[in-house]
């Protein structure tokens, strides 16, 4: 079945998406799973609806781009900067020595399938030759951005240590894709000769564009923004939202860089902007959708022929790149290192293949890499694996974390019990712990909720009734007891989860007092107008204390 309209498609994927996704999450398996399969079911492979799949996956790339962006708005430039170790440190760990595992792999069973007259991997010429096994390392070693962070909104883990490093490795990767690209013509097989100067060029050209993208930014967003805000029209600032990653993606891709790196420079440059919130606000209801019709057209990309050609080959090849790459981000996971209870979603969602890996093969077959066959295959390894992450993630919610857990589980299982305490605190940090002290001090047990399963343990071995939940979940703050005790301490750090927890309580706890803690001059203004009365920002008092030393001692 041909589509020769827009109205057409948009039917078709609208309602694949409608029917999917929602059965998806009733069975528990989360709506990336859902979009995946719907992709499958409407796929050359399935109903057959749509024939062409390659078309719309370059369209609905651009959903990554969105989230990239948002993610950027998330990150003030003092927090990014903070990251750069993790990004350029254990980002390039996990890059390097995943390509340098499954090189060797991949030349080990090359040499043995030659050795035992197999002929490599199926004939596919996926061994022995080093260059071969480089590219698909290469392509191998990267990691789905959209996946990645999709599963961490989804789970509200992009403020954990897990989440961190995810963004800082896939940051990372994105990074690393002008090297790639570069590398991948000196690697030909016909083209011994020239080349090198062109891989110069285009990386003296990348630096220069990511330089324009920094500074014109700095300089000319503001500027142009509040011009376009002045107009006081909605629907052209919201254009001009979308203009401004689609132009700053546009930079990117025609000096061959990510578009989706360019999307969150942009964004960390507005993430202390008086506009982050409107632009967030413009754009995240077309970056869900857009996202969604990547998750479909990945599902309609997979090349099932080449599947059942080979099924027991592909079989092997997934499971030994993920193993492999499983195996580097469990070493990693314990240097960081990161909670015993957040290290399966950590490896997990970054031993996948990603996005970037059909790009990097696609290139590769056109430069006489690799060929065509062997760029197939590729393909459908890396968008199994990806389709197998959502499966995965269940099954090491219901087995590997409780394992991982041991005895120490019962202090880890979320809030399951009604409490009765006077007092909730919403967050264990050191802002959170220092009132709990001084209400432990006063005789109050208040009744502690996080979501740092580290920490929770931590302040149970010392007699405090703390929990390990999400306050943004309306059914844990019920558990908690916030219908009847009088007081909710909101210590959380992230603003926008502190200013929604804000809206819940008071929307359905309308008797419970919230105390809050503000990061900033806006989010004690974003409290404010959430109807909080007491709340404190969290350094202006030492920075009053600090001024008063400091004139005294004048």
Request: proline fraction near 4%; charged fraction near 15%.
């Amino acid at each position: 079945m041909e589509h020769n309209s827009w109205l057409t498609g948009s039917l078709v994927y609208l309602a694949a998406a409608v029917l999917a996704v929602p059965v998806a999450r009733f069975f528990g398996l989360g709506s990336i799973i859902g979009y995946l399969g719907a992709g499958i079911l409407i796929g050359p492979w399935g109903l057959k609806l749509v024939t062409d799949p390659q078309d719309i996956l370059h369209f609905a790339e651009f959903g990554v781009v969105l989230m990239l962006f948002l993610v950027g708005l998330e990150l003030e430039p003092q927090r990014l900067w903070s990251l750069r170790k993790p990004i350029f440190g254990w980002g390039s760990a996990q890059l390097l020595g995943s390509a340098a595992l499954i090189v060797l792999v991949a030349m080990a069973v090359g040499w043995v399938g030659n050795a035992s007259g197999l002929g490599g991997l199926g004939g596919l010429g996926l061994g022995l030759d080093w260059r071969l096994a480089t590219v698909a390392a290469l392509g191998l070693a990267l990691s789905s951005t959209a996946i990645g962070l999709g599963v961490l909104a989804e789970r509200n883990l992009m403020a954990t240590t897990s989440g961190e490093n995810i963004l800082s490795v896939a940051l990372l990767q994105d990074i690393a894709a002008i090297p790639i690209l570069a590398l991948l013509p000196l690697l030909a097989v016909a083209a011994d000769h020239g080349g090198s100067g062109g891989g110069w060029i285009g990386a003296a050209r990348a630096i220069g564009t990511i330089a324009v993208v920094v500074l014109g930014g700095r300089l000319l967003l503001r500027p142009a923004l509040r011009w376009i805000a002045k107009s006081d029209t909605p629907e052209i600032f919201t254009a001009a939202s979308l203009l401004l990653v689609v132009a700053t993606a546009s930079l990117m891709n025609a000096v061959g860089l990510s578009m989706a790196l360019g999307a969150f420079l942009a964004g960390v440059l507005l993430a202390e902007s008086e506009y982050r919130r409107e632009l967030e606000t413009d754009i995240e209801p077309f970056k869900g959708l857009l996202l969604g019709l990547f998750f479909m057209a990945v599902g309609m990309s997979i090349d099932f022929a080449v599947v059942l050609q080979r099924p027991l080959l592909i079989a092997a090849v997934v499971i030994g790149f993920l193993i492999v790459k499983a195996a580097v981000l469990w070493v990693m996971a314990r240097a960081m290192p990161i909670p015993r209870p957040e290290r399966p979603v950590f490896i997990i969602l970054l031993a996948q293949g990603g996005e970037f890996g059909f790009v990097v093969f696609q290139t590769a077959a056109q430069a006489g890499v690799i060929s065509a066959p062997a760029s197939s295959f590729l393909v459908a390894a890396v968008a199994i694996s990806m389709l197998l992450t959502p499966l995965l993630l269940v099954a090491a919610d219901r087995w590997w974390i409780p394992l991982l857990a041991g005895s120490d589980r019962e202090a880890l299982s979320e809030i399951n019990e009604q409490q009765h305490a006077p007092v909730i605190i919403a967050g264990s940090g050191r802002y959170g712990q220092i009132v709990g002290r001084m209400l432990f001090a006063n005789g109050i047990t208040p009744t502690i909720l996080d979501h740092d399963a580290e920490a929770i343990d931590g302040l149970r071995r010392f007699g405090w009734r703390a929990f390990y939940g999400d306050a943004t979940r309306l059914d844990l703050m019920r558990t908690a007891g916030a219908g009847e005790a009088s007081l909710l301490i909101l210590a959380i750090d992230d603003i926008e989860q502190s200013v929604e927890i804000a809206k819940m309580v008071k929307e359905h706890f309308p008797g419970l007092t919230i105390v809050a803690r503000a990061r900033n001059v806006q989010h004690y203004y974003e409290l404010f107008e959430e109807g909080v009365k007491h709340i404190e920002r969290e350094t202006f008092d030492s920075a009053l204390m600090s001024a008063r030393s400091a004139l005294e001692h004048l």
